[in-house]
Nanobody
């Protein structure tokens, strides 16, 4: 099983960036997918997640109203990030699990770096 994240980069504060994650190696029907992030010196934290149908999403309070998750297929999830802040700087990881709340995801991507300059 492999989760391949892409789309990270450098952006100015207030700007936007989109991430994409493609999963392969098994069926992900019934699996939730989502995003986590880890800033330098901090623990990994949940950003947002969506059900396999994409009919339900949830977000961390810190990104509500600015980030949008979309489940584009059973194996693809995207993260649209608007109004980015320097504190959004982190390595972003996509994840998947049969637990719809993604409490302890079984599958992880390799991470993609997002840097927001002030």
């Amino acid at each position: 099983v492999q989760l391949q994240a892409s789309g990270g980069g450098l952006v100015s504060a207030g700007g936007s960036l989109s991430l994409s994650c493609v999963a392969s190696g098994r069926t992900f029907r019934g699996y939730a997918m989502g995003w986590f992030r880890q800033a330098p010196g901090k623990e990994r934290e949940f950003v947002g997640g969506t059900t396999w149908r994409g009919d339900s999403t949830r977000y961390a309070d810190s990104v509500k109203g600015r980030f949008t998750i979309s489940r584009e297929s059973q194996t693809t999830v995207a993260l649209r990030m608007n109004s980015l802040k320097p504190e959004d700087t982190a390595v972003y990881y996509c994840a998947a699990d049969s637990d719809l709340l993604l409490r302890r995801p079984k599958y992880w991507g390799q991470g993609t770096l997002v840097t927001v300059s002030s």
